[in-house]
């Protein structure tokens, strides 16, 4: 079973940037569908970003602008570039991947933006 491992959540102030990063146990990313995801207090997990194996993008309407997916050459890391950071992007952020035999889940690395 593939492991993810989140790291690079923080404390940062409204208009701060992060890059969160989300390592594999294997080289999963660059032949499947990868995905970050975000959960706040009381709330739903939601979508973030999304790269496909072709490598075409796909992010929220939040995200839009700000955020950027990538992954290494390597195919075992994935990013997520957060700038221009807003109080209501606090959460808990988890990784996804898309595997032909089940989905995995990171758990989760803690983002929080103070006003």
């Known amino acids: 079973q593939v492991q993810l491992v989140e790291s690079g959540g923080d404390l940062v102030q409204a208009g701060g940037s992060l890059r969160l990063s989300c390592t594999a146990s294997?080289?999963?990313?660059?032949?499947?569908?990868m995905a970050w995801f975000r959960q706040a207090p009381g709330s739903q997990r939601e979508f973030v970003a999304g790269m496909y194996v072709n490598g075409v993008t796909n992010y929220a309407d939040s995200a839009k602008g700000r955020f950027t997916i990538s992954r290494n050459r390597a195919g075992n890391e994935m990013y997520l570039q957060m700038n221009s950071l807003k109080p209501e992007d606090t959460a808990t952020y988890y990784c996804?991947?898309?595997?032909?035999?089940?989905?995995?889940w990171g758990q989760g690395t803690q983002v929080t933006v103070s006003s």
């Open positions: 996804k991947a898309i595997l032909p035999y089940g989905d995995s």
């Open positions: 294997g080289n999963i990313f660059m032949g499947n569908t």
